[in-house]
């Protein structure tokens, strides 16, 4: 179940604490391990949520899977979740973490969506473009979906700039939708 208020609560410690040791960069980078453990390995989000498996035996399991590939610290925020119960709430709290994160590094994370690939020289561009308009450090995603048939889609922050076709092409039809002289025509 999600629950934003204890997710932000325990990225917010995590991060104080992760900071304090000097190990924000690490834990940084065990956090965006979990989140994509999370989204490849749908049978981890289910242990971590299933009543059945015993909390000893989640802790065993969990420290299988992480050996060697967290640090100190995360590996004991992931048993103090276990031991609390809330390790149900781990990907969202890693999704937190991260967030909290770009804010506290001014980071802004961008998402470009086009139709077709775009080569490095004008994803470059388009950075160089966005970083213009702000003064955070700008991280570019690009997305490919063949449905918006041109243009591009960019999300930053809490924006959405919709410089597509499909955008085009749908505002088109509610437009004739709502053209009330099409009807009566025959």
């Known amino acids: 179940m999600q629950n934003p ?8 410690s995590l991060v104080d604490l992760s900071s304090e040791k000097g190990q924000l960069e690490a834990v940084h980078t065990d956090m965006q391990f979990l989140q994509q453990l999370s989204r490849t390995n749908p049978d981890v989000v289910a242990l971590l949520r ?5 909390p000893d035996k989640k802790q065993q399991i969990l420290a299988a899977i992480f050996d060697g590939k967290v640090s100190a610290i995360t590996a004991a925020f992931v048993k103090l979740l276990v031991v609390k119960g809330r390790e149900g709430n781990l990907p969202e709290i890693a999704q937190e973490f991260s967030r909290q994160y770009d804010v506290l590094k001014n980071i802004s994370k961008v998402k470009i969506t086009t139709a077709v690939p775009m080569d490095a020289a004008v994803l470059d561009v388009i950075k160089t473009k966005v970083q213009a308009g702000t003064d955070k450090k700008v991280t570019l995603e690009a997305a490919v979906n063949p449905d918006l048939i041109g243009g591009f889609v960019l999300e930053s922050d809490n924006n959405l ?7 085009d092409l749908n505002d088109i039809k509610k437009q004739f939708a ?3 002289y099409v009807h009566n025509i025959r």
């Open 5 to 12: 208020r204890l997710a932000s609560r325990y990225a917010k």
């Open 161 to 167: 700039y919709d410089a597509s076709v499909l955008r």
């Open 178 to 180: 709502e053209n009330i």
């Open 50 to 54: 299933s009543p059945i498996i015993k």
